[in-house]
């Protein structure tokens, strides 16, 4: 009865972590490309906001590829967290380091 509890806590935790929101982030000279996936989709119109620097304080929308830019003004390198909600309320985060050498 045991080995069926764990079995069956560990299928619930992977199937639960694979319908998460995916982010991914392509750090550029004055900013991020950042891709949200869901299910291994692209998550149109999810919300992408910067959670550490308070310059930036704004909300940005991914398109249909759920791809948006995110203009970053930071004078040293540093690790950025980015945070998305898609449209089905589906929470996840990153951290990424951008680099002010180039």
């Not at 694979?18 to 891709?35: C, F, K, P, Y």
């Not at 149109?44 to 308070?54: C, E, F, I, T, Y």
């Amino acid at each position: 009865m045991s080995s069926l509890k764990v079995l069956t806590a560990t299928a619930a935790i992977l199937m639960s972590t694979s319908a998460l929101a995916d982010i991914r982030v392509a750090d550029t000279h004055n900013g991020a490309w950042v891709t949200v996936t869901e299910n291994g989709q692209p998550a149109a119109n999810a919300s992408v906001s910067v959670a550490n620097v308070p310059q930036q304080k704004k909300t940005y929308q991914t398109d249909e590829n759920g791809r948006v830019f995110i203009p970053l003004t930071i004078e040293q390198s540093r690790s950025v967290k980015y945070k998305a909600k898609t449209e089905s309320g589906r929470e996840s985060s990153r951290f990424a380091f951008h680099s002010t050498n180039r």
